[in-house]
């Protein structure tokens, strides 16, 4: 492509490209997320998206557990993260040895799992016969856990991340009885390497701008007249409940990055590579359902109300209004929306109603 400031030919870059949507609402976090996964930077000028993201959904997620791990999508989140590192075979194994139990007691969910892991593995592990043992193959060799016989391998591994996770979690309480939350994030951070951990993924420095943000609104909250992990997080929760979101964080180098905006916000800017997408989505035609129609060239029309027979139906005028193809509130939408990257525009002197002269 042709770059102007240089003079010169060169490949393009993110940079020089931009998607642009006609709304942002539901599609740029997909966009983003996406485009991120691939390890292509991408940019969004939008206000939501921030609590979605994986690091700060797995941290927030921590930060429950600390404050109250009687919590199973907290908890199953973190054991399932990168931070504990337990699959999906291990937590169904987990869980499996918990239904079966005959003797629960009042804890449930995953919680409940943990707490029986804790007080029969060590039991289920002295019962073994060491004589037998050597005779069994390692591959195949089975542990009873409750009524459910497990692999014993699986069962070890199980077992080592859960008392990892009980000492860790419990010394994090311990730390975030005197530690304002933001140094707890900062313990968290170094002692789980999680922080090191998402600057490695695609689009790590965006993933790593998240994190720094949670700490940073965690600094801003420990300045007003609350404190203390349990009002944080409570905090967090009403911000989630009334759908106020702060929007992924920026890196300030937008240039270096695949734009995500609006067509609204895109007037008056250039770009080399344009792509438009979400045409597919089909216009909001609410406004033809109204009982009054207004139109600056079809003027007004309303519905026929005959109170004798107590009914009502859109007048021949109201339906002109709404069948319309190219007029009307939709046309002008389409229109507005071509207008604004209408090449003529930056034309001296020139009508967009009249042709270019010789077409």
Not at 44 to 51: K, L, V
Not at 191 to 218: F, H, I
Not at 287 to 297: E, K, P, S
């Amino acid at each position: 492509m042709w770059d102007k400031d240089q003079q010169a030919y060169r490949k393009a870059c993110y940079k020089d490209m931009v998607i642009l949507l006609r709304s942002m609402s539901g599609w740029s976090e997909v966009f983003v997320n996406v485009l991120m996964n691939e390890g292509i930077p991408a940019t969004a000028q939008t206000r939501t998206g921030y609590f979605a993201t994986a690091e700060v959904e797995t941290v927030l997620g921590l930060l429950s557990v600390i404050d109250n791990p009687m919590q199973d999508i907290p908890m199953a989140a973190v054991l399932r993260s990168p931070m504990i590192g337990m699959n999906d075979n291990e937590m169904a194994w987990m869980i499996a040895a918990y239904k079966r139990y005959l003797q629960k007691k009042q804890d449930r969910g995953v919680y409940g799992a943990w707490k029986l892991w804790e007080e029969i593995y060590p039991q289920a592990v002295s019962d073994e016969n060491p004589d037998e043992d050597e005779k069994k193959d390692p591959e195949t060799e089975q542990i009873r856990i409750g009524q459910v016989e497990i692999p014993k391998a699986t069962a070890k591994s199980i077992w080592k991340k859960l008392e990892y996770f009980a000492a860790f979690t419990e010394e994090l309480r311990q730390d975030s009885r005197y530690l304002p939350v933001h140094e707890l994030l900062y313990q968290i951070y170094r002692k789980t390497g999680y922080y090191d951990y998402v600057s490695s993924m695609p689009a790590g420095e965006t993933r790593r701008a998240n994190l720094d943000m949670l700490a940073e609104k965690a600094a801003a909250y420990a300045s007003t007249s609350y404190r203390g992990l349990f009002h944080f997080v409570r905090y967090i929760e009403k911000l989630k409940k009334y759908d106020t979101d702060f929007g992924e964080a920026s890196l300030g180098d937008e240039g270096n990055s695949v734009r995500i905006m609006s067509i609204h916000k895109s007037k008056g800017l250039e770009f080399p590579v344009v792509f438009l997408a979400g045409m597919g989505k089909k216009f909001n035609k609410q406004d033809a359902y109204g009982q009054l129609l207004l139109d600056a060239d079809l003027g007004a029309a309303a519905d026929e109300m005959d109170l004798n027979l107590r009914t009502k139906a859109p007048t021949l005028k109201k339906t002109g209004h709404q069948t319309a193809d190219g007029t009307g509130v939709y046309g002008r939408r389409v229109e507005s929306s071509l207008c604004c990257h209408d090449p003529c525009k930056g034309s001296a002197g020139h009508d967009r109603n009249r042709p270019f002269p010789g077409k």
